[in-house]
């Protein structure tokens, strides 16, 4: 058990310290680049990216270099796009968001694999339900995982916090919410939440960068390697591109995959709305961008404590209940999103959204994972 269990802890803390500092960056992206749309174009290709490696590269990745060398490598992605934020520009962050969207399916099939092995393992030799196992340990990688969030978001409000506040006047709150902020608002540096200098920027992303590094350190150094094989030394042997890509695409034949793929698609949707539409056009636009980290802990701790919660009872209410109550919470959320025009005197509202959001999300993610692998 010991040996199980501090491996799920190292694949958990890697990806804390990893995502701390991408978790971060990405609520800032829609923010601190708002210049012709460069933040939500970054995220954009990260994600397009993302959805281009899917189809090829996990299977390949991990039977050749196996689940932790995969998560290493992958990891060193996301310091690339750490670093491309250092002077960010077309020319730097885009291209490192596609190296970050290239990493990321392989990072998180590495660790999916990884985790359902270990706990089918452990179920095995414990003579208990494999299911139950591997449920528990997503819980727990979620708790530790989502608490990302906190740390990111507060280390990026602590260090803007440090910047001079400037009143937003009314006429600039009509522009807010579901009107979207204006994005060049602070084109003449005369309206609008200023940015903050380039000294506090940077400090910002060597933190970040740093958090990076240490993650991969952590795993390399102190994560198992782990097979499926029974024959630890068995070598399979690769598929090539072409079957691979192939092989993705007959996955369409299962009439589960397909009916999966909405879903999918809504979770990605959902984040990326938080992330970056919600964090430009209601928080920084009405309250200012030192605003962007705090709120955004709320949807983390939430986020982070529901997984947990929502990993245990799973077995014993099912996984239709809880979908049904995400999408609940979440068309709730949309509606008053649309309907509430933000504003400073409302100021419990603009972290009692976000707690809700997590909450949802906590189901989107650790549902839809575990539902997947059952597929």
């Keep these: 058990m010991e040996k199980y269990l501090k ?20 609520s800032l992206q829609s923010s601190l680049h708002s210049e012709k749309g460069l933040g939500v174009a970054s995220l954009s290709v ?14 390949m ?13 992958s990891m060193c992605c996301y310091v690339a796009f750490s670093l491309g934020n250092f002077y960010a520009s077309w020319y730097t962050l885009i291209p490192t968001s596609m190296i970050l969207g290239l990493g990321g399916a392989p990072l998180w099939s590495a660790k999916c694999t990884y985790l359902t092995i270990a706990g089918n ?9 494999g299911k139950d196992i591997i449920n528990q340990y997503f819980g727990i990688f979620f708790l530790i995982f989502q608490s990302s969030g906190v ?4 280390i990026s409000s602590l260090v803007f916090g440090q910047s001079p506040n400037t009143d937003i006047s009314e006429a ?43 993650a991969v350190s952590l795993v390399a150094v102190f994560l198992d390697q782990i097979s499926a094989n029974k024959e630890e030394g068995k070598k399979e042997k690769i598929p090539s591109f072409r079957s691979t890509f192939l092989a993705t695409f007959r996955h369409l034949k299962d009439v589960r995959q397909c009916l999966l793929i909405p879903l999918t698609m809504y979770s990605g949707f959902e984040q990326g709305f938080l992330a970056g539409d919600y964090t430009k056009s209601y928080v920084t636009c009405a309250l200012g961008i030192n605003y962007v980290g705090y709120v955004m802990i709320c949807f983390s701790a939430t986020n982070s404590l529901c997984s947990m919660l929502f990993g245990k009872i799973s077995q014993f209410t099912g996984r239709k209940a809880l979908f049904v109550l995400a999408a609940i919470i ?20 603009f972290f009692i959204i976000p707690a809700l959001w997590g909450i949802s999300d906590a189901i989107w993610q650790t549902q839809t994972n575990d539902f997947v692998l059952y597929c």
């Design 7 to 26: 491996n799920i802890l190292v694949v958990s803390f890697g990806f804390l310290l990893l995502f701390t500092a991408y978790g971060g960056l990405q």
């Design 46 to 59: 990260v994600y397009g990216a993302l959805i281009l490696s899917s189809m090829f590269l996990p299977p």
């Design 61 to 73: 990745l991990i039977k050749q270099f196996g689940c932790k060398w995969t998560i290493v490598g």
């Design 121 to 129: 393992s452990y179920a095995q030799k414990a003579g208990k339900i």
């Design 151 to 154: 740390w990111g978001n507060l």
């Design 172 to 214: 600039d709150l009509t522009c807010c919410g579901a009107h979207d902020c204006l994005g060049e608002l602070d084109r003449n540096g005369t309206k609008g939440p200023n940015k903050p200098s380039d000294t506090l920027i940077y400090t910002l992303l060597g933190i970040y960068t740093g958090s990076g590094v240490l």
């Design 330 to 349: 979440n068309l709730a959320c949309i509606i008053t999103l649309l309907l509430w025009k933000p504003h400073r005197e409302y100021l419990a509202v």
